[in-house]
């Protein structure tokens, strides 16, 4: 039998239109969402001299030689800006897909355990399902998380990416929606350009931000051991497929996000975190004793310039000195400084989403009675140990509703830091205040909140991750005559707490 390859391919044609996938819905009448993300939350490149681009984070093959190469960075006091140690070298976001592609799946490569990799992909995907369009109505802004939070190169970017996505969409201002770090951006922008940002947003929504009242924002356990230690993204052997915790270490040591990141000594802590180490002392008489001893974070600041006052990386044959950085502490103080200027515009809405329920990392402590340490430079090389509070896993939950803003609503929903991102409740609670897609029949507006998790969806969060409290889901009501130091100085706020065992919301 004979067949025309005209014919064939008029078959095949046929058969790709059966099976094409229908058009996705779009809702025209949608107001512009901005996505931000927190440290490390987008893809970054290294692009040589000829323009090439290179994905230097994240990546899985060669990561950590590309890591430490590319990324690799000292601080400069005169700019504020952090500079890659390769001079032929310079760190880009790419801003495919309108600056979600950054932000969607951080490493696109990846096939099996894709998920693992997954950023804003689940939330923008739940989007799309509500009629919003890439280009349109969705829009992402991805930046180099190395560098502070008020670097005038990231607000100058920022103020252009706020007049494209107004643009896009036709004049329509924006709703942000920020996650973690990204919510210390936002605020910066907002404390030094008031004008423009009420010119362009109507709503920001921020997500497990690490605010800290109206002094600064601190995830306090994370951050000191982070500055001693470092931190890994991956455990056990799948770290040496992976950046190692020792480059890691080098890199954040000369970020100004992560000293902005650091904790604030005039909030007022429930408990306050502290720096706890295991050592030993000798009396007058020579003999020895093991103490342990606690330090505030204003004293720990003196530790961790003793235990990294000799650290040194090698890098092009040269031994490079990085001790912990002065001068990136004024520079963060300075940025604290704006931050605690900070007001919400007349015009413009706030709401915060904070995440409970989980172990979070508070105060941090080093050796043990049996186990002393014995010299504050090998302190780095020591293995942290945390004493936990209620949080994300990430940010302490005092510290993630903290926002010292006029908020509309503050909800608490137990969830992972970076997982509250995929959070069903979360789409809800988005799809309501975004007045997004069909109405949900889980949400009651008139009494403003979501329905509870069941008992099954809370089994699947303790399988998930560790788990130490009551999983509640809790809102802030607050009214719209209330002044904001009545709501700051409010001791009893009305509170909607979700039963793990029922399904009847009671009101506290």
Known sequence: MVVRIDSLAEVVEMWLKLVKKPEPFV????????LVPGIAGSILEAVDQNGRPERVWVRIFAADYKFRNKLWSRFDPQTGKTVSLDPLTTIKVPDDRHGLYAIDVL????????????????????????????????FGFGYDFRQSNRLQETMDSFAEKLEAVYNASGGKRINLISHSMGGIIVKCFMSLHPDVFEKYVQNWIAISAPFQGKCN???????????????????????????????????LIECPSIYELMGCRKFNWQHHPNLEIWRERHDTDGNSRVILESYSQEESLTIFKQSLSNNTVDYAGDCIPLPFN???LSWANETKEILSEAKLPPSVKFYNIYGTSLETPHSVCYGSEDSPVLDL???????????????????PTESGKADGLKAEARVG?????RGILSEHHVFRVLKHWLKAGKPDPFYDPSNDYVVLPTAFELEKITEKYFHITPSNEEWELISSNLEQDEIEAKKDPMLITVSEESTIV???
């Open 506 to 508: 009671s009101v506290a």
């Open 326 to 328: 002065t001068d990136i």
């Open 413 to 417: 929903v137990p969830a992972e830091h």
């Open 377 to 395: 430079q090998q302190l780095r090389y020591c293995e942290a140990k945390y004493i936990c509070v209620d949080g994300d896993g990430t940010v």
């Open 27 to 34: 809702d025209p009448n949608l107001d512009p969402v901005l």
């Open 217 to 251: 924002h601190c995830a306090p356990g994370y951050v000191t051991s982070t500055l001693l230690n470092g931190c890994s993204f991956v455990d056990g052997w799948e770290q040496n497929l992976f950046i190692s915790k020792w480059s890691m270490h080098q890199l």
């Open 107 to 138: 490493d696109p490569d990846v096939i099996i355990g894709r998920e693992s990799f997954y950023y804003f992909h689940d939330m923008i995907t739940e989007m799309i399902k509500w009629g919003y369009q890439e280009g349109k109505t969705l």
